[in-house]
């Protein structure tokens, strides 16, 4: 191949839309970090705490791989909110807590959505390297949201929608 777009895709200009969401992917991984610590302190479940971490560990390699890419393109990234103060469990006033069932559901959400930014993501990159990115991303977001799902079942904090346990008779025509 020939041209602006042939050749070692790093040296190919981004276009808007792989900008944006590169953009984008870094400033909701850098706000999942921010909420995601506030959440371990909120959370008293072991399971949780340790899925908690494995999102901000994820959200931390999204948010260096993105902003180099957008440094490495002359753009400017977001800026990384700053890291809360300690706090203890016992602290936050009951009703100000989150519980672990509402915690469990929100990540299960982002994870969710994730996994659709990704895929969308994927789909309008015509540089490799980006949809190879992505595609990483959407391929760990996918693992993650197995082990939610998994968490959420052992501990009775699913809440599936209206199930279809009595199918009606088909009808013959």
Known sequence: MTGILG????????????IFNVWSASTVAKGAISCYRAYLIHAGDH?????????????????????????????ASAPIMPNR?????EDIPVGARFTDPEIAAK?????????????????QSIREDIGALFAKYHLTKTGLGVKILQMNKKKGWLIPP????????????
């Open 7 to 18: 050749g070692n895709p790093k040296e190919e200009p981004m276009h808007y839309g792989e």
């Open 47 to 75: 399971d949780l705490k340790k899925v908690l971490n494995t999102l901000i560990d994820q959200a931390e390699l999204e948010v260096s791989e993105c902003d180099k890419l957008l440094a490495d393109n002359g753009i």
């Open 85 to 89: 103060p300690e706090a203890k469990l």
């Open 162 to 173: 209206p199930l279809q346990v009595k199918r009606p008779d088909p009808v013959e025509a």
């Open 107 to 123: 990540i299960a959400a982002d994870n969710a959505a994730g996994l659709v930014a990704c895929s969308q993501a994927m789909g």
